[in-house]
């Protein structure tokens, strides 16, 4: 189980965003990496070819799980996971306040 999940809320702990918060929109687990928009973007320039325009794109480029941290939903505090079982699920539980971050 991970400790971040898409529609997370985090905020950026290094780097040129650092202090910027936003939603995360795809994790890639395999890379240890996320995509919050708005944040971490970069130009890239777009040679027109058949349908798409030419021009200067903005895009989000992935960010390193280890430059996030969670923002608990219940204290709005910056906080670590931590996982405990609530009957047969695993949920995972926030290091400053004690509840759970996961609510169905």
């Known amino acids: ?19 910027r918060e936003g939603k995360i929109e795809k994790i890639m687990p395999k890379e240890a990496k996320i995509i919050v928009p708005g944040v971490n973007m970069y130009k890239k320039h777009v040679k027109g070819i058949g349908e798409t325009k030419a021009g200067i794109y903005d895009i989000p480029r992935p960010l390193s799980l ?34 759970e971050i996961d609510t169905k």
């Open 1 to 19: 189980m991970m400790k971040l999940k898409i529609n997370d809320t985090v905020k950026i702990t290094i780097g040129k965003d650092k202090g």
């Open 66 to 99: 280890g430059k996030v941290a969670l923002i608990c939903p219940k204290c709005k505090k910056i906080t670590r996971v931590g996982f405990k079982f609530a009957g047969s699920q695993k949920v995972r539980v926030c290091k400053k306040c004690g509840k």
